[in-house]
């Protein structure tokens, strides 16, 4: 917004100069969010606590020892989503399909997450949205913004009647991380929406699966916003005429790096949050930020072209993901557990790990696996 309001302006005023130029725009995504989320934070804490007065916000599946978190606040993921969209308003191209494709997803599945807190809260119990409510809604916002903002409608007119062609904004080419393209390009076709769908929603549950314990689940999405950030910008940046992805043989996303601004405001968010959210939480994330987050990190897997090396990015969150089904599976065929409970960090908690040794060495873990997809970059 600012960026298209205040660029013209330009000649008069040499220092918005700086608008043009993404790296500027990015930083100031980033503080921009972060500043915002930090000054809305405490005020948001205490109405959030006059509002779920009464409420547990714990769920019915967690060890015990959550017991003490009674009385936490949840609907945290409101301020991210808050600040998060008023920084990529302000500073993102709002030209860009793709900035607007990952920003409407975004705040749809904050829509479904807030639903279900507000069910929870309403009914006084932790059930909230039934489970294929939740993936019928994130599919139909998937499919919506794939029809709106990245199909190309071509109406023409032939010398008889009218007729429709349809094409796409999105590449359906899928590429594997440390494989040149030129030794692996699968060209998806029309098969590429339902695996576009996969990675979206699959994304979006397993990072609310992963937020069980404070600050576990926003460390690893802050994480990989900035591997994202990094992925987003090399892909669709040229400078003085020279491709940073023709250079490293990966998949060149034209106009990617105005996601790059989302991504840092996605950063500075999260980071805000940590500052409430960090053991012991003075409140939690709810599925409007869970929800939100996790389909934030599908969109931009799918719009970097990182829809393989998103498994390694988000590795965390997949391995919390397989540990659900895993132990789902053992029990419904055999009616044994494979783990004390699931998902997997309420294993580590029931086998005796403190709650904040888990969570930073879950950070770490996010950490080495940001890296070893980054290295992708170069490594093929």
Partial sequence: MLYLLL?????????????RYPSFRIVAAGLTALVLGLLLGPWFIQRMRRLQYGHSNVREDTPDGHKKKVGTPSMGGALILLALVAATLLFADLRSRLVWAVLLVTVGYGAVGFADDYLKISKRNSKGLPGRQKLLWQTVIVLVVYVVFLTDWNFQLDATFPFLTVGSFLDTHVTLPFVPTRRFDWNMGWAYVPFMLLVVVGTSNAVN?????????????????????????????TIAGFSLAAYLGIPPV???EEMAVFCAAMAGAGIAFLWFNTYPASMFMGDVGSLALGGALGMLAILTKNEVASAILNGVFLVEAVSVIVQVASFRTTGKRVFRMAPIHHHFELSGLSEPKIIVRFWIASIMLAL????SLKLR
Wanted: hydrophobic share 55%; aromatic share 8%.
């Fill in 372 to 375: 070893v997809a980054l290295m």
């Fill in 254 to 256: 034209h106009g990617s």
């Fill in 209 to 237: 699966l992963t937020d069980g314990l404070d600050g576990l689940a926003i460390g690893p999405s802050i994480v990989s916003a900035v591997a994202f950030l990094v992925l987003s910008y090399v892909a669709g940046t």
């Fill in 7 to 19: 660029y013209p302006m330009a000649q008069r005023f040499t220092v918005l100069n700086v608008l």
